[in-house]
């Protein structure tokens, strides 16, 4: 399985950016993909997750924010990040956790929010 991180970037406070998450490989038996971040000199915490069957996961610092989705065709898990702050300001990364107790990890975007 190989998961691939893209969308990161440089953005105002309050602007948007999307993160996506394609994986591939062996990937039918997911238990649940989700976004996890870590800012410097922080631990890395879950950001969102979403499951198998859909159920949803927030840190409540993004709650409102930011929306985890994922396209079943295209393997792909999206991070839509609203009304962004200097404080989200970390490198993301993706996470699929399969059924046989696997974990994955995506190599990391970086998103700076900064004026």
């Known amino acids: 399985v190989q998961l691939q991180a893209s969308g990161g970037g440089l953005v105002q406070p309050g602007g948007s950016l999307r993160l996506s998450c394609a994986a591939s490989?062996?990937?039918?038996?997911?238990?649940?993909m989700g976004w996890y971040r870590q800012a410097p000199g922080k631990q890395r915490e879950l950001v969102a997750a979403?499951?198998?069957?859909?159920?949803?996961t927030y840190a409540d610092s993004v709650k409102v924010r930011f929306t985890i989705s994922r396209d079943s065709a295209k393997n792909t898990a999206y991070l839509q990040m609203n009304s962004l702050k200097p404080e989200d300001t970390a490198v993301y990364y993706c996470?699929?956790?399969?059924?046989?107790?696997?974990?994955?990890w995506g190599q990391g975007t970086l998103v700076t929010i900064s004026s």
């Open positions: 979403i499951t198998r069957r859909g159920s949803l």
């Open positions: 490989g062996d990937i039918f038996l997911f238990k649940a």
């Open positions: 996470n699929a956790l399969f059924v046989s107790g696997n974990n994955y």
